[in-house]
């Protein structure tokens, strides 16, 4: 039987997967890898063999905890070589701009969300569960310079929506390993390499530092704290926030935790290892906060980002890291 999902939609409602896919997940566990694997390619729908990319998408899920890298290590190619297919398809002829680097970045960001899943307190990937099409739909990063590929593949989007077209093709044809997805599994070997590092990496970093741990913004004058602010697309409120850890250690992704920690040329480790520490009442260098410091109940990564005056734009940028 599936695990449950925890994810929860903007009503407070569990995401749930649809019986089809409960059934065909509930079938697939059983079967060898041999069997899993081939199936896994396998893009055509009507093909009794045809395996939902939500179930595909929950199987590699379930190996991760496990550490069954045999598992990961088959279906995650295939997996992306099924959405590399539906990019291709959606991409019409004549598309501008630079779309082979465009779908390397979409499957690299996507395959790194496996890497991640199981420290990422959002449960991005629920949503692939139940409604992969539609998730797959409006995955996007925040790259502005594949503007071109960006617009044409929605275009192409609203195209087939109107036209009722199905995003994979109905074919048995098994996907090639194009060199998208090479740089999308080697994204993936990368990240997941680093995640593993970093948590012992982090509890190492807090138990052998006698004492608070040392504040990575302690250094910053006012001028370098806006500076930081800017580059990482926030304002000084959020970064403040993160200076004195008002936001839970737990929710904050990764992705965001590396980015800040190259804009500092920081470690990520003790970056982290801060966000973790105990919260402290803090000296605020003067940068025209609202509030005085205070020590009390952590809000989430979220929370934070949606609360602090950020711009539409800063919000959809920092939660997309």
Not at 46 to 75: N, Q, W
Not at 115 to 142: H, M, T, V, W
Not at 199 to 211: D, N
Request: net charge negative.
């Amino acid at each position: 039987m599936a695990r449950p999902l925890t994810k929860t939609d903007h009503n407070g409602h569990l995401y749930t997967r649809a019986p089809s896919v409960e059934a065909a997940i509930d079938a697939a566990i059983g079967q060898d890898l041999e069997t899993l694997t081939r199936r896994a390619a396998i893009a055509n729908r009507f093909s009794p063999e045809f395996l939902p990319l939500e179930c595909l998408v929950h199987l590699i899920r379930d190996a991760r905890p496990r550490g069954d890298e045999d598992t990961m290590s088959a279906l995650l190619p295939r997996l992306l070589g099924r959405c590399d297919a539906i990019l291709k398809k959606k991409m019409p002829t004549g598309a501008t701009g630079n779309w082979e680097e465009f779908r390397a970045e979409i499957l690299g960001d996507f395959a790194v969300l496996f890497a991640e899943d199981g420290s990422d307190e959002k449960q991005k990937l629920d949503f692939f569960e139940c409604r992969f099409n539609q998730a797959f739909r409006y995955f996007r990063i925040p790259y502005p310079e594949y503007a071109a590929p960006i617009t044409d593949l929605a275009v192409s989007i609203v195209l087939d929506a109107a036209r009722g077209n199905d995003d994979e093709a109905e074919s048995d044809a098994v996907p090639s390993v194009s060199q998208a997805v090479s740089l999308a599994m080697s994204r993936f070997q990368n990240r997941l390499y680093e995640v593993r590092r970093t948590k012992p990496a982090v509890q190492a970093v807090v138990s052998s530092t006698p004492g608070p741990i040392e504040n990575p913004f302690s250094t910053l004058d006012r001028t370098a704290f806006r500076a930081l602010a800017t580059r990482m697309h926030c304002n000084t409120v959020f970064l403040g926030m993160l200076r004195d850890r008002e936001i839970d250690p737990n929710t904050i992704p990764g992705g965001f935790t590396r980015q800040l920690g190259e804009e500092m040329s920081v470690p990520p480790e003790l970056l982290a290892a801060h966000f973790a520490a105990e919260q402290t009442l803090l000296h605020r260098q003067s940068y025209k906060a609202d509030e005085k410091p205070r020590v009390g109940a952590k809000v989430s990564f979220d929370e934070a980002v949606r609360s602090c005056g950020l711009s539409e734009e800063q919000q959809a940028y920092l939660l997309g890291l």
